[in-house]
């Protein structure tokens, strides 16, 4: 406990404050917190398995895993058959900080994981006592035992996307060495300047991902952060000594929540409806960016933009924050992020139009 970090978002809490004063109200565009209604169907899925006092099954209910499978099938392209194993998990948090540990890695292994990166790869190590590696490319990695790698693609705070050739690259790199690779893609569907290609797909890992894993969410998809819901796919030896494990800590979706996830998993039209409320979001807060003297970086998929005006990211938060909007500093997700924002595009329509009314309000060389 003693070697983690400060929690990211405890950093910005003076910032939050000065938001707050503003005499419109806080835009708190910084936690990436859905604020759209959970669809109706979800919801009813939810409340018609809510009678279910007997334990849930850790592996998924059949109907659960037919419904990933058949979901990755469509977007990763994966076989809709014989395909992937799958796991659910509480949510992909979850998953992220507890890999390296139920995988069994410890002292003297290393986890590799983007320079700028969710901080929760680097939490995972951590916790398992593995040594850390930033690094976007096989050739900066110099370590006897790497053991897991890190992807992020759609990545969080960038937006940046890796092609197939360079996720291609990580897997063959990490077989090498036997390192297990996991891409995270829990924004998977929400590519705008590109496309993703999700690491499972047979064009990336070849026609049984041994070794790869990738973990998804449906926090993003379909608003469902507040229900913990999540998975993991890829190489079914993994999958099923993961689940081993999941059973001995108890680490369980609940049956209401997995009936849920079924519903969301199968439906793809709240998806898109969600999908366009983001987009319409994004290009209303990019082109006021834009006009207001920032620039935005990568920033092709996800639910974030990656601004910059070239001055220190916490000065630049002290900016944004005497608008009365919250942004979190790119240093909270690695060195390389000291000239860098994070903009999150989950707020509200009419919070959208606020934070662009007041970006068009003030003058623009206080802000550029």
């Known amino acids: 406990m003693r070697s983690l970090p400060e929690y990211p978002f405890d950093r910005i809490a003076p910032y939050r404050a000065t938001a707050e004063r503003h005499p419109g109200g806080l835009i708190d565009l910084s ?41 990755l099938a469509r977007h990763c392209h994966t076989p809709a058959d014989d395909g992937p194993g799958v796991l659910p998990t509480i949510g992909s948090k979850e998953a992220v900080a507890w890999l390296p540990t139920l995988l069994d890695l410890g002292p003297g292994d ?40 890190w992807l992020n693609s759609p990545g969080n705070p960038t937006g940046e996307v890796l092609s197939a050739a360079r996720l291609t690259g990580w897997v063959e790199w990490s077989r090498e060495r036997g390192a297990i690779v996991v891409d995270d893609e829990c924004y998977h569907s929400l590519g705008w300047e590109a496309a993703p290609a999700s690491i499972l797909d047979p064009a990336v890992s070849g026609p049984v991902p041994s070794g790869v894993l990738a973990v998804h969410s449906l926090s993003k998809r379909s608003n469902l952060a507040g229900y913990r819901a999540g998975f993991i796919a890829g190489d079914a030896a993994l999958i099923e000594a993961l689940l081993q494990v999941r059973k001995h800590a108890g680490m369980i ?18 998806a898109e409806e969600q999908r366009e409320r983001y987009r319409r979001r994004r290009d209303r807060l990019a082109t006021a960016l834009r006009d207001a003297g920032w620039r935005i970086d990568h920033s092709e998929a996800g639910l974030y933009l990656w601004v910059t005006d070239g ?37 509200t329509d009419a919070q959208v139009t606020e934070a662009v009314t007041r970006l068009a309000t003030r003058p623009r060389s206080a802000l550029a």
């Open 31 to 71: 936690m990436g917190t859905p604020v759209d209604p959970v669809p109706e169907s979800i919801r009813k899925a939810l409340a018609d398995r809510s009678d279910r006092p007997g334990y849930p099954m850790t592996a998924g209910t059949p109907e659960l895993r037919r419904s990933i499978r058949d979901w």
């Open 110 to 149: 290393a986890v590799v994981f983007p320079r700028l990166s969710y901080p929760t790869y680097e939490i995972g190590a951590r916790l398992a006592g593995a040594d850390l590696i930033r690094a976007d490319d096989p050739a900066e990695v110099d370590h006897p035992r790497v053991r897991l790698v």
């Open 253 to 270: 979706v609940p049956t209401p929540v997995q009936a849920a996830m079924v519903e969301a998993l199968t439906d793809e039209s709240h």
């Open 311 to 347: 001055r220190d990211c916490w000065e630049a938060t002290a900016a944004f924050a005497e608008l009365g909007v919250l942004v979190v500093p790119g240093e909270v997700y690695g060195p390389d992020g000291d000239r860098h924002v994070r903009i999150a595009l989950t707020v």
